[in-house]
């Protein structure tokens, strides 16, 4: 059964897509591919997996404000996620999504942040601050 919860509003529109989902903070800076998405950042949890057509949930960026348009590249050339999900976004990530107008919400209620898994299915309504939650295996 789906879940339904309301989230902070940051770039309008709406993507669904299987979830991949990080606990650790990441650095768009050379961080990730922008053709594969693939996270190249070293010793980060997810490094080798790509985030090319994923809702990508995640903490919070780091690193400096060049991430911003390291976003927006991963975004305009193809390996970036099809929305963004996270715990309290940064002005970093904030900038990159709404350069590269990558739905973005952060800031789910009622502690859904920590229910999403990877593989899980969801749906952002970024435009109504609306996440749609279907865990693996309900679909």
Not at 10 to 37: C, R, W
Not at 50 to 70: E, L
């Amino acid at each position: 059964m789906a879940k339904r919860v309301k989230a902070r509003k940051i770039v309008k529109g709406y993507a669904e897509g299987e979830a991949l989902v990080s606990q650790m903070a990441l650095g768009f800076n050379h961080g990730v591919d922008p053709k594969t998405g693939v996270i190249k950042e070293n010793d980060h949890v997810l490094q080798g997996v790509s985030m090319k057509g994923k809702v990508f949930v995640f903490p919070n960026g780091r690193g400096s404000t060049g991430g911003s348009y390291a976003l927006y590249r991963v975004v305009q050339e193809g390996g970036g996620p099809t929305a963004m999900i996270l715990k309290k976004a940064d002005p970093i990530v904030i900038a990159g999504a709404v350069m590269s107008q990558c739905p973005t919400v952060d800031m789910l209620e009622n502690g859904a942040y920590d229910e999403i898994k990877t593989g899980d299915y969801i749906k952002v309504d970024a435009t109504n601050g609306i996440v749609e939650i279907i865990k693996k295996g309900e679909r």
